[in-house]
Nanobody, 115 residues
Framework: QVQLVESGGGLVQPGGSLRLSCAAS????????MGWYRQAPGKERELVAV???????RYADSVKGRFTISREKLMNAVYLRMNSVRPEDPGVYYC?????????WGQGTQVTVST
């Protein structure tokens, strides 16, 4: 089992920056990829960014060029640097870890965008 704990959410102004962190513990040795998803009120959870154990990354079109995902090589932590935050970016950001036998989710961290 893998436990994921997110941190770093909060209030950010449009155009501002925020850094989210996710710490993984438990059976992390076989994690293939880690990622960030977000869910805004009334909307479905959507992929924001994912990073593979190889280092390859994938981003939602809406965050390309603004957000950067990174990870510890041991795949026991993943980060999301959010730059040039927009009014459409708020929501609960969830950390995800994918293993061959299933996915694991954190409890989420709230990101609010407001002046």
């Amino acid at each position: 089992q893998v436990q994921l704990v997110e941190s770093g959410g909060g209030l950010v102004q449009p155009g501002g920056s925020l850094r989210l962190s996710c710490a993984a513990s438990g059976s992390t040795s076989m994690i293939n990829s880690m990622g960030w998803y977000r869910q805004a009120p009334g909307k479905e959870r959507e992929l924001v960014a994912v990073i593979h154990v190889s280092g390859n990354t994938r981003y939602a079109d809406s965050v390309k060029g603004r957000f950067t995902i990174s990870r510890e090589k041991l795949m026991n932590a993943v980060y999301l640097r959010m730059n040039s935050v927009r009014p459409e970016d708020p929501g609960v950001y969830y950390c995800n870890a994918l293993q061959a036998w299933g996915a694991h989710w954190g409890q989420g961290t709230q990101v609010t965008v407001s002046t």
